[in-house]
């Protein structure tokens, strides 16, 4: 314990004494998290906004046209037992006329040229959300239609498609990102440390020579990055508070149908930014300390 | 205290020494001498575990050098205290600061590092001068506050290495005053010099290296 206070005590004597250097550090380490943060926080928002769109998506099951009411019944008993299937609704021959007369508005006159109605009856189905995958739905479509009953599946393939590459890029964008910055705060923390340590040259090739453990040598250098990391998450934090607090007054003002979709960040989401800012200089100090030859 | 036996080093091809075997007793004051350049440094190194032997072995105060992994060397440092030619004072910090750090790495609580560095820096007649930094120290003040360092933690070697090689004539006789009184209290003191009038007329045992060996056995 008084080992570690000495070492605290004389990593805080060197934060002093290099304030500058670690100043520019800790503003470095800052503004890569405030970076990520926010494309993290932009993902998160658009990754809600995908979410909600696809809960509105869904596949169509059109029915042949000679099936009976109970070949009907039967198959949408078939259809609320499929484990992937969240909603089934059955639209009668009736009722999809109605429908349509009602998105058609005055063009529905053009309904009244039939005789009979030619819409089919059909099952709207809605998947369960983790298998909106272009590829996984296109899989389920099929096993729908080779279904007896079944005349036709249809489903926005394109628009499923664009909504998941876009999901996807995303996603890959932050851990690109996130790997970028993860590795530049290393590197600046590394550089930092680096700087110190050869400064402290004689007296740890000295400390070395009176019996100190490697433990006690490296151990301010640590310190001093973990301070150096956390100060910059901080930073961080509260610039990310500051801005998402103006962009939620901001937006509902500038774009009033968008609010509903900005999600609010939890505390845990701020506290994340300091744990990620020592975590990354931690890392950099260590290696930047790195072997210790007696 | 000191054990070397058939001890063998070279620098890449540059042979140091060679089958060099002698023995320093608990409790005793010994001198190295010789000409400059001929190993008497290196065979310091070689006691604290700042060099390892190539061939032979070494028992420093009962640890064996050729066994030692990293981890254990700082601990056998701690048995060792080392007087450097060129001082290794941190001039950033104050006498006190200096002395304290040999105690700090032991984990000791502060107000015992503050008893025993003062009564120490008493002991080397530097109390006055322990809030002073290094650099405003004359040579021979300096060369105390390296000795106090070094005994600080009161190890069971003391090793030295051209202790007055920058001092003038009363400040040597000073500083060797003063390891005879440490060796009176029990320390084992190896002293590596080149200056003769620093070991003439003590009676203690004076090896003398050349040629990577041990020339001659004498009493100075």
């Given amino acids: ?294 | 205290m000191i054990q070397f036996s058939d001890v063998t080093k070279y620098y890449d091809d540059d042979l140091v020494l060679k089958d060099l075997t002698f023995t320093v007793g608990k409790g005793e004051l010994a001198f190295l001498t010789g000409p400059s350049g001929v190993g008497k440094t290196t065979l310091l190194k070689l006691i604290y575990a700042a060099e390892l032997p190539d061939e032979g072995n070494i028992v420093v105060a009962g640890w064996d050098i050729r066994k030692l992994k990293q981890n254990t060397i700082p601990y056998l440092r701690r048995h060792v205290g080392i007087v450097f030619q060129d001082f290794r004072l941190l001039f950033n910090k104050t006498v006190f600061d200096n002395v304290a750090l040999a105690l700090r790495i032991h984990d000791m609580h502060p107000k015992e590092i503050r008893e025993d560095v003062l009564e120490i820096l008493k002991e080397v007649r530097l109390k006055h001068k322990a809030h002073i930094y290094p650099q405003h120290l004359s040579g021979g003040e300096q060369q105390r506050v390296v000795i106090a360092r070094a005994m600080v933690s009161k190890p069971t070697v003391l090793l030295a290495d051209e202790p007055t090689g920058n001092l003038d004539a009363d400040t040597s006789l000073a500083i060797t005053n003063l390891f005879r009184e440490i060796n009176a209290r029990g320390t084992t003191v190896l002293i590596a010099t080149h200056s003769k009038s620093l070991y003439q007329g003590t009676g203690r045992r004076v090896f003398h290296l050349r040629d990577s060996n041990i020339e001659k056995e004498t009493v100075g």
């Fill in chain 1, 1 to 294: 314990m008084r080992i570690f206070l000495y070492s605290l005590q004389t990593a805080l004597k060197s934060i002093w004494h290099e304030k500058w250097i670690n100043l520019l550090t800790v503003l470095s380490i800052s503004i890569g998290l405030l970076i990520l943060s926010s494309f993290i926080v932009i993902t998160l928002n658009m990754d809600s906004v995908l979410q909600r769109w696809s809960k509105s998506f869904g596949l169509v099951a059109y029915l042949d046209e000679d099936l009976t009411k109970e070949a009907e019944s039967t198959l949408e008993e078939l259809l609320r037992q499929d484990e992937d299937i969240l909603e089934v609704r059955y639209i009668s021959k009736d009722r999809a006329a109605q429908e349509i007369q009602a998105i058609l508005g005055d063009d529905a006159r053009i309904l009244e040229d039939f005789r009979e109605n030619p819409l089919p009856s059909s099952f709207e189905l809605r998947l369960k959300t983790e298998l909106l995958d272009p590829e996984l739905v296109r899989k389920k479509a099929e096993a729908i239609q080779e279904m007896s009953g079944i005349e036709e599946v249809q489903y926005g393939e394109k628009w499923l498609s664009s909504l998941s590459t876009i999901a996807q890029m995303m996603k890959m964008g932050t851990v690109f990102l996130g790997c970028a910055i993860f590795t530049a705060i290393i590197f600046i923390t590394y550089s930092t440390i680096k700087i110190f340590f050869y400064r402290r040259k004689d007296e740890i090739e000295t400390l070395k020579l009176l019996g100190a453990t490697k433990s006690f040598i490296r151990l301010p250098f640590l310190l001093e990055g973990l301070f150096i990391g956390t100060t910059g998450g901080l930073i961080s934090a509260f610039a990310l508070f500051g801005l998402y607090s103006v962009v939620l007054v901001k937006i509902p003002e500038l774009l009033p149908s968008v609010t509903i979709l900005i999600l609010s960040l939890p505390l845990e989401a701020y506290i994340s930014v300091p744990l990620a800012g020592a975590l990354m200089s931690f890392t950099g100090s260590f290696f930047a300390v790195g072997k210790i030859r007696y």
